[in-house]
């Protein structure tokens, strides 16, 4: 869920704005709320058959893969079954992997169920930040903004000015439609340093439902190579576009 610097490829770029979409321009999806298992028994699929060499060799192999990238949602959910179906389902409780499993629901829209995993992912005594923004994150789609802005203040009193949680804590005001507040967040989340192409993209889709659409496109093509400048514009203008189109979908049914 986090952090690229500024100057990324152009498929990077398109996937910060793709996920920039999927927060703001789609409306907010229900969640469904099955109840909260032992991680690994709700990975779905039942153990298989398999000789106890195949269970371990399973192991070591999505274990590699998940500690080269703990951000890979698919990688988490593949450990955690390796591990159930070796019968190592303490490990399974890792606070890494329950973290990583937790942004997998979350991507498939089980908001409840996120935000119950990852709430086991850290505890009290021992808070991490991308976590508890994570967990903002999830209140955020299930249209509990205060809620979530208490996660947030939690995790900048870790990482004081952090970027990722600042430009979480814009979303949160834009998707409750406090676009000033929105854009006075992100702009001081694009002025720290390590601030990637997630905050610009957010930045600039805030200013551009405002109304602003030279300044939003400013920003979307700043200091970027010519072809990544115009392909952030035209999918800006995309979003706006079909945002408008929503707006009046919803006037025409009142």
Not at 110 to 120: E, G, H, T, Y
Not at 146 to 164: C, F, G, H, M, N
């Amino acid at each position: 869920m986090f952090l690229p610097q500024h100057h990324q490829s152009c498929r990077a770029s398109r996937l910060a704005w793709a996920g920039l979409s999927a927060i703001l321009v789609l409306a907010l999806c229900g969640c469904q709320t099955t109840g909260t298992e032992d991680i690994t028994g709700a990975l779905g699929e039942k153990a298989d058959a398999r000789r106890p060499g195949d269970s371990r060799r399973d192991v070591e192999t999505y274990r590699e893969r998940f500690q080269a990238n703990p951000n890979d949602a698919k990688a988490a959910l593949q450990y955690g079954k390796a591990l159930r179906d070796n019968r190592q389902r303490s490990q399974a409780g890792d606070k890494t992997l329950l973290a990583g499993y937790g942004r997998a629901l979350a991507d498939n829209g089980n908001f409840q169920q996120a935000f119950d995993v990852l709430s086991r992912a850290h505890t009290p005594e021992d808070p991490d930040w991308r976590i508890l923004s994570a967990q903002g994150a999830v209140l955020d789609q299930l249209g509990r903004y205060d809620e979530a802005r208490q996660y947030y203040a939690s995790a900048l009193k870790i990482v004081p000015d952090e970027p990722t949680v600042l430009s979480n804590l814009g979303l949160s005001y834009a998707l409750s439609k406090d676009l000033p507040k929105a854009e006075e967040t992100l702009r001081h989340a694009y002025g720290r340093a390590g601030a990637d192409a997630r905050v610009r993209a957010n930045l600039a889709l805030v200013i551009g439902l405002q109304g602003r659409l030279a300044e939003a496109e400013g920003i979307a093509k700043a200091d970027l190579p010519a072809e990544e400048a115009a392909a952030n514009v035209a999918y800006l203008r995309q979003l706006l576009s079909r945002k408008q189109r929503q707006r009046a979908d919803v006037d025409q049914a009142r």
